[in-house]
């Protein structure tokens, strides 16, 4: 998404210039990153440190693919699985400790806050009539539950979860809306939310304060989007300043954030 040359902006009024704001939820809407982290190493504790430990690390670098992704990630590179996602001992694996993870995030996911002024700047679209969704590897009806107790789950017209990748769910967005890509924005914490929007054509907000890694490692790791003008907000505040950056060309060049995003005076 692009600042104006003017200088950043508050956060509500870039948004609401868009045909379709999309939330991710885990670290955007909800302080829950380590809550889930904590689930995805007891679900795999029966392997032992030696193997849970580097794939925690690896959850944490690739969080926001799906549930599927991740499981067979540690399926194939952790215990030498074939890793073709169809493999008749991946199924049970999967079903086993995809269903031990969904269980634990079952009895803690209620405990996770809502992040800062998520409970301001939602209703806040809602009430500009902005189209509002959630994509997130969440799976749907976990996502939907989160969001209903926390009073938000209306303001969305589609809440969209993890049974199937996050650009497929952007592009389904864009889809309805019936306007160009890029006028589409995502909010997202993460390196896979920006691959994400890089790969749909939309816009992308780097929300940071609840994600695992600083805009620098975000936006300048090699592979991604390079060249993508993208803003950063400093959390959900509506009156918070956005301000602009550039994906890196290559490793360690991603481009000058304009200004430290603050509060609007």
């Not at 948004?15 to 809550?35: K, P, Q, R, W």
């Not at 806050?113 to 806040?124: E, F, K, N, Q, S």
């Not at 160009?180 to 691959?195: E, F, I, K, M, N």
């Amino acid at each position: 998404m692009r600042v104006p040359e003017t200088g950043p902006v508050p956060l509500e009024e870039a948004l609401a210039d868009h045909t379709a704001v999309v939330f991710d939820l885990d670290g955007v809407l909800v302080d829950s990153n380590e809550l889930k982290v904590d689930c995805v190493r007891d679900a795999l504790a029966v392997f032992g440190p030696e193997l849970v430990d580097p794939f925690v690390d690896e959850f944490r670098r690739t969080f926001g693919r799906t549930r599927r992704e991740h499981f067979l990630a540690f399926h194939r590179d952790y215990l030498g699985g074939r890793g073709t996602g169809r493999d008749e001992d991946f199924e049970p694996f999967y079903a086993r400790y995809a269903g031990d993870y969904a269980a634990l995030l079952g009895e803690r996911y209620a405990k996770a806050p809502l992040c800062a002024h998520a409970d301001r700047l939602v209703p806040a679209l809602a009430a500009r009539g902005v189209p509002l969704y959630v994509a997130t590897g969440t799976l749907t009806p976990e996502a939907e539950r989160l969001l209903g107790w926390h009073g938000l789950l209306d303001a969305f017209r589609g809440v969209l979860g993890g049974e199937e990748p996050k650009a497929r769910r952007l592009s389904g967005v864009v889809a309805r809306t019936g306007a160009a890509p890029h006028r589409t924005v995502l909010l997202g914490d993460s390196r896979q939310d920006l691959l994400a929007a890089g790969a749909a054509g939309t816009a992308f907000v780097l929300v940071t304060g609840y994600g695992f890694f600083p805009p620098g490692e975000i936006l300048g790791a090699p592979g991604g989007p390079a060249g993508k003008e993208v803003a950063v907000a400093a959390g959900l505040d509506p009156r918070g300043l956005v301000t602009g950056a550039v994906v890196a060309q290559g490793p360690g060049q991603a481009g000058p954030v304009n200004a430290e995003p603050r509060s609007a005076p």
